[in-house]
């Protein structure tokens, strides 16, 4: 019993925990989205999505990473300073994208129409206000490594969504403005929460200082080209898929694939929350060799786990697209003439290279250059609209578009990986050494507490 409290009270279980969570209530919900709306009406609320989550990139790219950081490694006054400038920052700069956006619908609103994306510039604005406290929140909560109530947070929200998805598929029947309204429902819900315990540090306003904003900008006008640059990598090829002839049916079934490598980077994601604050805290206090150490550790590790996820994924693709779409996404597509399948698959060798691409994104802002992660994500974002438009327009395929993938990823490990060299001077034979160390350490402590449990009975 103590060896189980000990394992859900771990950081990586925990954040391990959260993102199975959010990613089970995601693709559960998406699966549900799938049934209940045509391909078409599905089309438009993925793009309502993909540009909705570009601008959250923009809004709390700024701060995100700044604000896990520094609060990493400060004292409480220190603290609050940059809670409340983290909170003025992501209100400024959401007043003003929401107020360009209905500017740009209001000139330009029967263009906005055609072009399929009339729900995110009529009602974005809404969701970025309705998200803000419990984003700011999250944060926070990443920061103080609280990942129990991250996990409520998200647990909330996602669980929130998909419950009413579910209620509309068996009884309701929403159209979807009617779905968007339940969506921002349940951000405020969400919002209010975190507001009425405190979580969000919107109440810490009155603390900002000119000091904190300026070196959270400082750091952030590097990580917010890097974050909006990594959400370019996932909804560019949403995007152009949307704006080449293939239209909205194609963007509809491109997205049962790119929700499925979702599977894929669940562990990613939570190895990542936990690594980041960890190696940020050793590089401020100048512990090179333990950076270089969790590095190793960390790329290994999620390295390995993804070969074993990659095949499951690979084997099993078809059953997958299944369970995601229905029947109706299964086999060549008579409209577009597209086999969402095969993309799968190809998907799998992709997320093959994510572990060591992200961790190299890591390492760099953990040792403060940031910078040095922004010039690698420019050379992926160019790798990857390049590679996209000749997919679309030449080939006019949407495999060739995953296959671009590939290539960007490789190239983001390349020049990472060489940037991350010249800081730390790494061995790369130790990634995979370290990652076998990582599990064989986990194995023989586990191994070790069992035999102790024995013991004591």
């Not at 909205?248 to 990613?268: D, F, G, H, N, R």
């Amino acid at each position: 019993m103590s060896l189980i409290k000990k394992v859900v009270r771990e950081s990586n279980f925990l954040t391990l925990t959260s993102n199975i969570t959010n990613a089970f209530f995601g693709i559960a919900s998406f699966a549900l989205l799938t049934r209940s709306f045509s391909i078409d009406i599905f089309g438009q609320w993925v793009l309502y999505q993909t540009a909705g989550n570009f601008m959250d990139m923009f809004r709390f790219g700024i701060t995100n990473t700044a604000v896990v950081r520094y609060l990493s490694g400060v004292d409480e006054s220190e603290r609050l300073k940059y809670i409340g400038s983290n909170a003025l920052i992501g209100l400024l700069s959401t007043i003003g994208i929401s107020a360009l956006i209905w500017l740009v619908f209001i000139l330009f609103k029967e263009p906005v129409v055609r072009s399929g994306y009339e729900l995110f510039f009529l009602w974005y604005p809404l969701a970025a206000f309705t998200n803000l406290p419990f984003n700011t929140a999250t944060v926070i909560m990443q920061a103080d490594q609280k990942f129990d109530k991250l996990l409520w947070i998200k647990a909330v929200n996602s669980g929130g969504f998909f419950l009413l998805l579910l209620a509309n598929y068996l009884f309701l029947n929403l159209t979807i403005i009617q779905l968007v309204w339940v969506q921002l429902g349940i951000n405020l819900i969400t919002s209010a929460v975190c507001m009425i315990y405190g979580w969000d540090g919107l109440r810490h306003l009155r603390k900002a200082s000119s000091i904190t904003t300026r070196k959270i900008l400082d750091f952030g006008k590097y990580t917010t080209f890097t974050i909006i640059g990594t959400n370019l990598l996932r909804s560019a090829d949403t995007i152009i898929i949307s704006l080449s002839p293939l239209g909205t049916a194609a963007v509809a079934l491109y997205s049962i694939p790119m929700k499925l490598t979702e599977l894929q980077q669940i562990p990613l994601r939570s190895f990542a929350a936990t690594a980041f604050p960890r190696m940020s805290k050793a590089s401020i206090q100048g512990r090179a060799d333990e950076v270089k150490n969790l590095f190793y550790t960390y790329s290994g590790a999620i390295t390995l786990l993804f070969v074993f996820v990659s095949l499951i994924v690979f084997f099993f693709a078809e059953y997958f697209v299944h369970i995601m779409g229905g029947a109706q996404y299964l086999g060549t597509d008579p409209i577009t003439g597209f086999n969402a399948t095969v993309i799968v698959r190809v998907f799998c060798l992709y997320g093959l290279l994510l572990p060591i691409d992200r961790m190299t994104g890591i390492g760099l802002e953990s040792v403060n250059r940031p910078d040095r992660n922004m010039v690698k994500v420019v050379f992926m974002v160019v790798a990857n609209v390049v590679g996209d438009i000749v997919a679309v327009f030449v080939f006019k395929s949407l495999a060739a578009i995953a296959i671009a993938s590939i290539i960007f990823t490789f190239v983001g490990v390349w020049v990472g990986y060489r940037f991350l060299d010249k800081e730390l001077s790494l061995d790369y034979k130790k990634i995979l050494s370290e990652g076998i160390g990582f599990y064989r350490e986990a194995f023989l402590k586990l191994k070790a507490q069992n035999f102790i449990n024995k013991k004591l009975s």
